[in-house]
């Protein structure tokens, strides 16, 4: 069951639609790039503003449309003076930037309009949302309803995909420029949730690690190479997870605020598995009320392990070198 606030005034009970009908970028030559559809994607709802391998864009232009539900123009609504704005807000810049929407028609539900988008706002991503606003007992800028999922507006990525970004480095851990690394020399990697982009240094003084998860060898590395990245690829979705919900806002009532980073696709992502059965807003209190509280945070930990299991995809890879042995002990005896 999904927790919402609690109003005190009438809303509309159903989200907006939001839907991204176009992107282009400006170039510094003053130049426009219209990019096609491949930039964007409604199922992913994720626009990549890297798609054209552009360097010198300055803004991009999202067009977009958004659907208000039944009722936003109902005779015996508790609102006036309708409107619709589109926010995008970077949690990481701390930059949030609105566009008013136009109604298609006059007694439609449909409304349109663009967004600009400046590179120089942005480091990597940011989300997009649509509010309809109005004026209820003489207040104005009441909120009567929004969308209930964010677009992701990527920067950076050439592909729309809301999945977790990483960045992969090769170190020597032991005579690393990165002072800290030469504390953790004999780590086969380690992730870093610190930086824009969660890290993952591999230690390449580990002897063979790099060729093995590099090799296209025999059928064998190769499933021990993926039992190898299942192992790392758990690490790391443990770290992000624990990264994500260490650092999150507080409400002045003590909730916790969902991110609008990559920390807010770990944890809409990882959350489902670790409270399951409610919504991830609520599954959001309940883990942060456990990690703040006095009990309940240790027990936790077992859900963590296993979200972060699920999406490294462990069991698969484990089971594909099972086979790979029990098939070669086979061959071997016969």
């Not at 926010?87 to 949030?96: H, P, S, Y």
């Not at 960045?167 to 020399?185: H, I, M, P, T």
Request: proline content about 4%; overall charge negative.
């Amino acid at each position: 069951m999904k927790v919402r606030p609690i109003y005190p005034y009438k809303r509309l009970s159903r989200p907006i639609t939001l839907r991204v009908t176009s992107a282009s970028l400006n170039l510094s030559d003053g130049t426009r790039d219209p990019l096609d559809t491949s930039a964007y994607s409604t199922q992913d709802q994720v626009v990549a503003l890297g798609v054209a391998g552009h360097a010198d864009w300055v803004s991009a232009t999202i067009g977009l449309s958004a659907t208000l539900p039944p009722g936003s123009d109902a005779s015996d609504a508790a609102w006036s003076e309708l409107c619709v704005l589109a926010v995008l807000t970077d949690g990481e810049t701390n930059v949030r930037t609105s566009t008013t929407l136009t109604r298609d028609t006059e007694d439609g539900h449909d409304w349109s309009g663009t967004l600009t988008v400046l590179r120089d706002d942005h480091l990597g991503r940011a989300a997009l949302a649509a509010y309809a606003v109005g004026t209820v007992d003489g207040v104005r800028g009441r909120s009567i309803a929004e969308t209930d999922r964010s677009w992701v507006i990527d920067t950076v990525s050439a592909e729309p995909v809301r999945g977790l970004r990483l960045d992969v480095r090769k170190a020597s851990f032991s005579k690393s420029s990165r002072e800290w690394l030469r504390a953790y020399a004999d780590a086969p990697w380690l992730v870093d949730t610190t930086a824009r982009v969660p890290t993952v240094y591999v230690n390449t003084d580990i002897d063979g690690i790099v060729g093995l998860l590099d090799s296209n060898g025999s059928a064998v590395e190769s499933k021990v190479r993926d039992v190898l990245v299942a192992q790392m690829a758990t690490d790391v979705w443990t770290a992000v997870f624990h990264g994500a919900i260490g650092d999150l806002e507080v409400e002045p009532g003590g909730g916790p605020v969902f991110p609008t980073d990559w920390q807010g696709e770990v944890l809409r992502e990882m959350l489902p598995d670790v409270v399951p059965g409610v919504h991830v807003e609520e599954a959001l209190r309940q883990v942060h009320r456990r990690r703040t509280g006095e009990s309940g945070w240790g027990e936790l930990q077992t859900r963590i392990h296993y979200a972060a299991v699920r999406r490294a995809e462990a069991a698969k890879a484990v089971g594909y070198v099972i086979r790979s042995l029990e098939r070669s002990n086979r061959e071997s005896a016969s």
